[in-house]
């Protein structure tokens, strides 16, 4: 391959041990389901209903499901980047188009597991974990559902309604991210920042985060696929294709915006504090301005040196010496409030 699919170590892929295979064949609106079938049966099914459009989809990344990728041709490598949680998201268009997904794009971790969705001919197939139990889902609320036409098309409306299907998966996940978001901004905007709100909030970040560096990734593929929904044969699917593509577009904005506001969030939030802070340092600083002229006198008059001396201080001999030291704090005092209170310090600050 030409390109990175992966930023890490695959040397080390772990396979999953259960698996099963899902197959449903369909054509004119007729649609045969078979679940739990075995690899042979699987293959079995594929060679005797060839004039038929089918879907078979191998939940879990095990060496029994991968060994069926390879029975259908799909390069090493490619079922390597399928099965390895460090593969980024791509498009490879060979006989076949592979299109590899993550599972939880916004799981916060690029570590994750995949989705893979392969177009052969008139065969789609689809691999994911075996926890994410998707299947009948989709068959319920897509492929059976009333005024569904997917099993009276095509496979590539199939392949689109798949993709269709993750995307909103995506998007579901995405309003839950944005929501919790929300709730800890309100307590960001108000400049209180604790320990505990910084560590609930930094996942979220990682989320956003991680998600829109899929999400751009994605997108940056799915330029491949336009090109080949052109052909005259599928052109009847490029609206469908365009809403997809769109679809994915419009959230890797939302993503990349609710990111900005995370971290301009952030900003205020620190900036807020900040300001906090430089009041009290502020209100400090005039307290303590009150206090110099205070301790001064307070301090020169304390040394209490002899009388009998020539150096002494003669306000301490005074009658009103006392209510002489007393005024000259008082007016120390009403200078100082005079000036600061000139300049807006304590207008500002109390």
Not at 71 to 95: K, R, Y
Not at 115 to 139: C, E, M, P
Not at 197 to 221: C, H, M, N, T, W
Not at 269 to 282: G, R, V, W, Y
Request: glycine letters at 4%; proline letters at 2%.
């Amino acid at each position: 391959m030409n390109k990175i699919t992966s930023f890490g170590d695959m040397s080390q892929i772990k396979y999953e041990s259960d698996s099963s295979i899902e197959q449903i064949f369909f054509r004119g609106g007729e649609v045969e389901v078979h679940s739990e079938v075995s690899i042979d049966t699987a293959m079995e099914n594929l060679a005797n209903k060839a004039h038929l459009f089918s879907w078979t989809h191998l939940s879990g990344f095990s060496e029994e499901n991968c060994r069926f990728l390879a029975e259908l041709g799909i390069n090493e490598i490619f079922i390597e980047d399928i099965v390895s949680p460090v593969s980024f998201p791509f498009i490879e268009i060979d006989d076949y188009v592979l299109l590899l997904l993550k599972e939880d794009i916004f799981s916060g971790n690029l570590e994750s597991a995949n989705i893979a969705l392969l177009l052969l001919k008139n065969r789609v197939v689809t691999i994911t974990s075996n926890s994410l139990h998707f299947f009948n889902r989709f068959v319920d609320k897509r492929l059976m559902a009333k005024g569904s036409h997917i099993s009276e098309d095509r496979v590539e409306n199939l392949f689109l309604s798949l993709f269709d299907f993750f995307v909103d998966r995506y998007s579901d996940r995405f309003k839950k991210i944005k929501l919790n978001y929300y709730e800890h901004s309100e307590k960001l905007a108000t400049g209180e920042i604790s320990h505990g709100l910084i560590r609930s909030i930094l996942p979220i970040r990682d989320q956003i985060q991680k998600g829109a560096f899929l999400l751009e990734k994605v997108e940056d593929e799915l330029n491949v696929l336009t090109n080949f929904f052109k052909k005259e044969e599928l052109q009847r699917f490029e609206d469908f294709w365009d809403e997809v593509h769109e679809n994915i577009k419009v959230l890797n904005l939302k993503a990349q915006s609710l990111l900005d506001n995370f971290n301009s969030t952030i900003n205020l939030s620190i900036a807020i504090s900040s300001s906090k802070q430089n009041e009290a340092m502020m209100l400090l600083a005039v307290l303590s301005t009150f206090f110099v002229p205070l301790t001064f006198i307070t301090g020169l008059y304390g040394m209490n040196f002899t009388t009998h001396s020539p150096f002494n201080m003669p306000e301490l001999s005074w009658k009103y010496g006392y209510f002489f030291a007393l005024a000259l704090m008082l007016i120390s005092v009403l200078t100082v409030f005079i000036y600061l209170k000139k300049k807006k310090w304590i207008g500002r600050s109390v």
